[in-house]
């Protein structure tokens, strides 16, 4: 079935070379574009698209005041545009808040290298927002979140891995907003390109009561602390002595991503074992389903999220197929069965 796309940005070229892209691909077919909201928005009603694809930034009204308004009055599945800024950085995440299911980085108009992968990223985006759910949006809810979960002493043992792709910039602020400052170390992997994981993780700083931070190379793995892999960089836990340490690096992508959860998960497997706890979020396609299994083998408890609160029911999916998660939880319960895990000394529990 042929996937039906609108594209909006008030570039001329722009709105030409992802028409050209996009079509590229048999599977899609670009029904029309506009070069502003106001015209997106009788398009919108007139060729009903299956997908928007949505400039953050444009004149007479910008593409978040926009976001707002669809998602509250007929949400549909929206992938923004984004250019690489600090400003755009901000604005796009405040999108996904919104309820955009993804992004993709504004095309470079006369350059053609890289330009393949370009396009494969874009179709695979657009499919799984083709097939993603989408819920109507109030206000309210993109800034509603639950405080941390009040817990008595927890296992100073465990670390915490967690993987996501589409739609987990907002599963990993809902499970990390409800950790306590006294959890143990979280190592989160979530497919981003570079430029973005900063500004990630800065936001997710200012919303929960762990520190979160862009992690670093060779820096020491500390309690009360969630470190993000940088966009472009696979991470790993590694030891040091009784420590451990983060080891980033920029071998090949795992999955065709990098960073990859696998890579993470595969490093808690060597260095962890029994006292990790592995957690894959919301995304496409199987990245980490093969390394939450070789973590469950080795004695790590493992959970995924349920399909009827994932937006894109992807890589849980396969993790449960190949037999790799012992539960599987709504993401709004999530958080509270781990810290319950941790509470415990890390014993099974049963749910």
Same mark, same amino acid.
């Given at each position: ?10 570039? /001329? ?8 892209? &996009? ?14 909201? &106001? ?8 060729? =009903? ?25 007929? #949400? ?11 400003? @755009? ?6 999108? %996904? ?32 927002? /083709?097939?993603?759910?989408? /819920? ?8 509603? /979140? ?58 997710? =700083? ?23 892999? #940088? ?11 009784? =420590?451990? %340490? ?8 795992? =999955? ?7 890579? %993470? ?22 990245? @980490?389903?093969? @390394? ?6 080795? @004695? ?19 993790? &449960? ?31």
């Amino acid at each position: 079935m042929t996937i039906r796309v609108l594209v909006v940005d008030d570039s /001329a070229l722009v709105r030409k070379l992802l028409t050209e892209i &996009i079509q590229s691909d048999p599977a899609f077919e670009v029904v029309g574009t506009a070069p502003n909201p &106001i015209v997106a928005r009788q398009l919108i009603k007139d060729l =009903n698209p299956d997908v928007l694809t949505l400039d953050v930034e444009m004149p007479q009204m910008d593409g978040i005041d926009f976001l707002e308004r669809l998602m509250r009055l007929r #949400p549909m599945p929206v992938v923004m545009i984004s250019s690489l800024t600090e400003k @755009g950085n901000e604005i796009t995440l405040r999108a %996904l808040e919104l309820g955009a299911i993804d992004f993709i980085t504004k095309p470079k108009v006369g350059i053609s290298e890289g330009l393949h992968e370009y396009s494969i990223d874009i179709h695979n985006k657009l499919r799984a927002a /083709a097939s993603a759910r989408v /819920a109507r949006r109030t206000p309210a809810v993109a800034k509603a /979140a639950s405080g941390p979960i009040k817990t008595v002493r927890l296992s100073s043992e465990k670390l915490v891995f967690v993987g996501a792709s589409t739609g987990g910039t907002e599963a990993i602020r809902v499970f990390l907003q409800q950790m306590p400052s006294s959890a143990p170390a979280i190592l989160i992997t979530q497919h981003m390109p570079p430029g973005f994981t900063r500004s990630f993780a800065d936001r997710l =700083n200012s919303l929960c009561a762990m520190h979160v931070k862009e992690a670093e190379d060779h820096e020491r793995v500390l309690p009360g602390h969630a470190y993000i892999a #940088p966009g472009g960089r696979h991470m790993r836990i590694a030891r040091s002595g009784a =420590n451990y %340490l983060i080891s980033l690096s920029d071998d090949a992508p795992v =999955n065709r991503h990098r960073p990859s959860v696998d890579v %993470l998960f595969d490093s808690a497997t060597q260095h962890v074992a029994r006292n990790a706890v592995g957690v894959i979020l919301t995304g496409m396609g199987r990245d @980490g389903a093969a @390394g939450l299994l070789e973590m469950k083998n080795a @004695g790590a408890t493992t959970f995924a999220q349920d399909e009827a609160s994932c937006v894109v029911f992807g890589m849980p999916k396969e993790a &449960i197929l190949l037999h790799a998660v012992d539960h599987v939880l709504p993401l709004s319960q999530m958080a509270e069965h781990v810290v319950a895990l941790l509470a415990h000394g890390g014993r099974s529990l049963r749910i």
